[in-house]
């Protein structure tokens, strides 16, 4: 949520494990509230939500996935049928129209819905914090250590293994808690290794910041890789619908500019 928050500090953001109590208080607070976006709550019942797009890994679609403990799931497979939209994200920049043809195929949509393949976008490193001084960015990363702690940071090594010949990996599991014996373990990998900088994710780096473990010396040596979701040739087409719904269902329409 605060990485989200610190990229879009115009928008209202707000957490809460009862979607239906947190939308109710949302709506007392601004009167003026057009739309909510609900992150992961596809599972919720108690929520009708007027649209609905799934995402499904590209490595892991959820007609081959199990409920959780078992696998990732976190609903019914059969309750797919719920969604407007489909989207197939993480997709590798190699796959094939018959790679797209196949998943198709195996995910047995209704005519109803549509289906959308997603890619990894990676934009350019930025600083986690700005130096004291003026400094040489020219050699930045000559050998990085890369930092992370998500699910699958994969797409993520791949992509900076194409830029980067020498380089080192630190991977922690997903939403981890960094503890000060980790920060020894850093430490201990950033000097043993060589390595003249840290490579890390907008999502790990917001942890970073909210954390007195990770020192002000690391965090000038700290680099962050945005990410962003790419559709290719049909970012239009996915969100021309999306666009349709808000201004045909938004409580008031003064003031909506459906352009951003």
């Keep these: ?83 407007n939209m489909i989207v197939v994200s ?42 004291e001084q003026d400094t040489d960015d020219s050699k930045k990363h000559l050998h990085p250590l890369v930092l992370t702690a998500i699910e699958n940071p994969e797409p993520m090594l791949e992509y900076l293994k194409k830029r980067y010949a020498d380089m080192s990996v630190l991977s922690f599991a997903d939403h981890y808690k960094f503890k000060k014996s980790d920060l020894q373990q850093i430490r201990q990998t950033f000097e043993s290794q060589g390595c003249d900088s840290i490579i890390t994710t907008e999502k790990d780096a917001a942890r970073m910041l909210s954390t007195d473990i990770y020192t002000n010396d690391l965090r000038r040596k700290t680099w962050v890789l945005p990410v962003e979701v790419d559709f290719k040739d049909h970012a239009e087409r996915f969100m021309n619908p999306i666009l349709r719904y808000v201004s045909e269902n938004v409580r008031k329409m003064g003031g909506l500019n459906l352009q951003n």
Excluded at 40 to 51: L, S
Excluded at 95 to 116: C, G, K, N, W
């Design 90 to 131: 993480k997709c590798r920049e190699t796959m094939q129209p018959m790679d797209r043809r196949v998943i198709e195929t195996s995910l047995h949509m209704a005519s109803y819905q549509q289906l959308f393949f997603s890619y990894l976008s990676y934009g350019e490193e930025y600083r986690l914090v700005e130096p």
């Design 1 to 83: 949520p605060m990485q989200m928050h610190t990229k879009m500090p115009e928008v209202v953001l707000a957490v809460c494990e009862n979607r239906v109590y947190g939308v109710k208080r949302l709506k007392r607070m601004y009167n003026d509230l057009q739309v909510i976006v609900l992150d992961d709550a596809f599972q919720h019942r108690r929520i009708r939500c007027g649209m609905n797009i799934l995402l499904t890994a590209a490595d892991n679609l959820y007609v081959n996935d199990h409920l959780f403990p078992s696998g990732k799931l976190r609903d019914l497979r059969s309750s797919a049928l719920r969604a």
